[in-house]
């Protein structure tokens, strides 16, 4: 910026400054401009985009483009560098036709102490930049339906992949864990009718006693067989769940002539989730750490608190623990760590909790090892927000 | 009147024009044109504050997602007192990217205000926070879900920012 073009309304200019002042116009295609004071006080305007402003009123509040901008504007008197200030492609407020931008540039004039705000037309754009424009949104569009796409696909081949292995899953349980049963129902039946034809109707009952013992057992397993095959097929609501009254309940109704002491601890939110899924988690690992429980008066500590978008919940007992070994294959169907005729239930209850915890998009994993310490920790990580 | 500048930020085409046409002037650009530079709109907020007794004047600068993060080292930004920032519901990059620009604006301009907007709510008809990226979900900035199309939530979304604004200002 020539300083001589700040001089041009004043009566002393000299002709040759008067020509570089209109110079400087001209080549900025300047339309409209003002001189300001040290305060941003407007002192004289020209052209139309400045007629409206009012004389002595503060730029930066007569101009909504400068509005908030006095620090930067300040700085161009102590930072040269900074000098001057553009305000390029402005359009104006509420304008409805893009026809009209211009660009604002502020020089401080040290000699004068004054600012200059020259308003100037700016080069319009082409019709082809605004085509290429929409041509970078359109494909930046299509791209991510792209990537959408793919991830629903990725989903489907996920799930696709989850079932195949549930269908391999329950072949193996059908042929194999309700075969023992079914065999030992076949082998009493036998040795019952063998019994009558001897005449010895109390090695008959025995038999028979056996027989229904198997077939209840096998009748558990089929109703938990169903429970774990419905798992991510239901179709659960989500809705505002006070977790601490959930496990309240589940508590009072195990925990009532048990002899063991269950202890609720940490944070218990309301969350819009799952209600009968969290039902089941909570309830097989609170009735697993009583059930399996060696002693008579155990205690079991049931905490939960939130840590970044999940609630981790812990189950703990200081019952006999669970070895190492055993820390996947109790998360399959029927896998139990004492004889099927001791335990009491079908087998099925953390293959459910697994399943489910992970049907919502959450984890679990067991923490235990009786060679070093009594007791077993069961931790869920459930997500506070649903996913779709 | 109090005015107050406030920026629209977003990826191209996540309908930041539209928000500000459709609060200013009830209606939606009818052919798309990319804002080049910065368009300026001027809408006055009432019934705001505790009893809702005060307004404050809106100068929203509704810049060319273009800029990305620079935007923040660009003239345009500076001496703004709030902004909203604009994702695209069903373009998962602009979600991921309303929160690089929520760090730049915080790294930027600490302390002022903004609100997270996710636009385009008609396409997928109820808010559902499992589309939101995780950043976003767990974000303690105000979040609205709107449709500039639908008419949804617009005004909601800059009474929020210009209600922060002035209880920050006291």
């Given at each position: 910026m020539p300083s001589s073009a700040v001089k041009a309304e004043t009566p002393e200019a000299s002709p040759q400054r008067i020509v570089d002042a209109v110079g400087f116009l001209a080549r900025e295609r300047a339309c409209s401009m003002a001189w300001l004071d040290e305060e941003l006080r407007i002192l004289q305007q020209f052209g139309p985009l400045t007629a409206e402003l009012g004389?002595?009123?503060?730029?930066?509040?007569?101009?909504?483009?400068?509005l908030g901008l006095d620090e930067e504007l300040a700085a161009l008197k102590l930072e040269p560098e900074r000098n001057p200030l553009a305000i390029p492609n402005v359009l104006p407020p509420n304008a409805r036709s893009r026809g009209e931008r211009m660009t604002l540039t502020i020089y401080w004039i040290a000699d004068e102490k004054r600012y200059l705000l020259l308003i100037t037309r700016a080069a319009s754009f082409a019709d082809i930049e605004y085509r290429l424009a929409a041509e970078v949104r359109a494909r930046a569009i299509a791209e991510a339906e792209v990537a959408a796409q793919a991830r629903v696909v990725q989903r489907i081949n996920q799930e696709l992949a989850s079932a195949n292995r549930d269908l391999q899953e329950f072949a193996s349980v059908i042929s194999h864990d309700l075969r023992a049963p079914l065999r030992g129902l076949r082998y009493a039946a036998m040795d019952a009718k063998t019994a009558l034809g001897q005449g010895d109707t109390r090695k008959a009952a025995t038999d028979l006693d056996s027989a229904l013992s198997l077939a209840r057992r096998m009748s558990g397993m089929l109703t938990g067989l169903l429970d774990y095959a419905r798992v991510g097929r239901k179709v659960d609501a989500a809705e505002p769940v006070d977790t601490g009254e959930l496990v309240a309940s589940i508590v009072e109704s195990i925990a009532s002539g048990s002899g063991h002491s269950i202890h609720v601890e940490g944070e218990w939110p309301t969350l819009v989730t799952v209600a009968e899924p969290l039902d089941i988690i909570l309830r097989n690992l609170i009735d697993n750490a009583v059930k399996h429980h060696d002693r008579q008066n155990g205690c079991i500590r049931v905490r939960a608190e939130q840590e970044g978008g999940r609630l981790l919940v812990s189950v703990t007992d200081d019952g006999p623990g669970i070895e190492p070994a055993w820390h996947e294959a109790i998360f399959l169907p029927f896998r139990q760590l004492v004889d099927a005729d001791e335990a009491d239930g079908a087998g099925i209850g953390l293959a459910l909790v697994k399943k489910t915890v992970e049907r919502f998009g959450g984890a679990i994993e067991v923490q235990s090892d009786p060679s070093r310490a009594r007791g077993t920790t069961f931790r869920v990580a459930w997500p506070l927000t649903l996913s779709a | 009147m109090t005015a107050r500048k406030l920026l629209l930020l977003g990826e191209i085409g996540v309908g930041k024009t539209s928000l500000v046409r459709r609060l200013v002037h009830d209606e939606l650009p009818t052919d798309y044109r990319a804002t080049m530079g910065v368009d300026l709109y001027r809408y006055?907020?009432?019934?705001?504050?505790?009893?809702?007794?005060?307004?404050?004047?809106?100068?929203?600068?509704?810049?060319?997602?273009?800029?990305?993060?620079?935007?923040?080292?660009?003239?345009?930004?500076?001496?703004?007192?709030?902004?909203?920032?604009?994702?695209?519901?069903?373009?998962?990059?602009?979600?991921e990217h309303m929160v690089r620009l929520a760090d730049g604006f915080t790294e930027a301009m600490p302390s002022r205000q903004f609100t997270f907007v996710v636009n385009k709510l008609d396409l997928v008809g109820e808010p559902e926070a499992g589309l939101l990226p995780e950043r976003l979900r767990e974000a303690r900035q105000p979040l609205v879900w709107t449709s500039a199309l639908a008419a949804t939530n617009v005004l909601t979304a800059f009474r929020q920012v210009a209600d922060a604004i002035l209880r920050r200002e006291g």
């Open positions: 004389q002595g009123a503060t730029i930066t509040s007569s101009l909504d483009v400068l | 006055e907020i009432a019934g705001l504050g505790e009893g809702g007794g005060k307004a404050l004047e809106l100068v929203v600068w509704d810049l060319d997602g273009n800029y990305g993060e620079s935007i923040f080292q660009h003239v345009y930004s500076k001496g703004a007192s709030g902004a909203l920032i604009v994702g695209d519901v069903m373009r998962q990059s602009t979600l």
